[in-house]
């Protein structure tokens, strides 16, 4: 059983610079895919950043250039490193994890991010 438990999120101004974390309990390698969704009020959760089972990283349009996936395998964390926010970054952000035995998507409880104007 695999439990993700994001932290980090808070408020900030606008240009200003935040970085999530995601604990993963269980190993981190059991998960092909691993990455960051988010929801915006009133909004259905969208992608944010992913890595895939390839091997490869995905940043959606919205905020790439901006924001930074990373991960370390040897603590179990994945982070996410936002840089430039902008006022509709405010969402809450949810950790993704797709389990491979058995196939199984993982989320976490979400963190809060709130960008000032």
């Known amino acids: 059983q695999v439990q993700l438990v994001e932290s980090g999120g808070g408020l900030v101004q606008a240009g200003g610079s935040l970085r999530l974390s995601c604990a993963v309990s269980?190993?981190?390698?059991?998960?092909?895919?691993m990455g960051w969704y988010r929801e915006a009020p009133g909004k259905q959760r969208e992608l944010v950043a992913l890595?895939?089972?390839?091997?490869?990283?995905k940043y959606e349009d919205y905020v790439k250039g901006r924001f930074s996936i990373s991960r370390d395998n040897a603590k179990n964390m994945v982070y996410l490193q936002m840089n430039s926010l902008k006022a509709e970054d405010t969402a809450v952000y949810y950790c993704?994890?797709?389990?491979?035995?058995?196939?199984?998507?993982?989320w976490g409880q979400g963190t809060q991010l709130t960008v000032s104007s």
């Open positions: 993704y994890g797709k389990g491979l035995y058995p196939v199984y998507d993982y």
């Open positions: 269980g190993s981190i390698l059991s998960l092909c895919d």
């Open positions: 890595f895939t089972s390839s091997g490869s990283t």
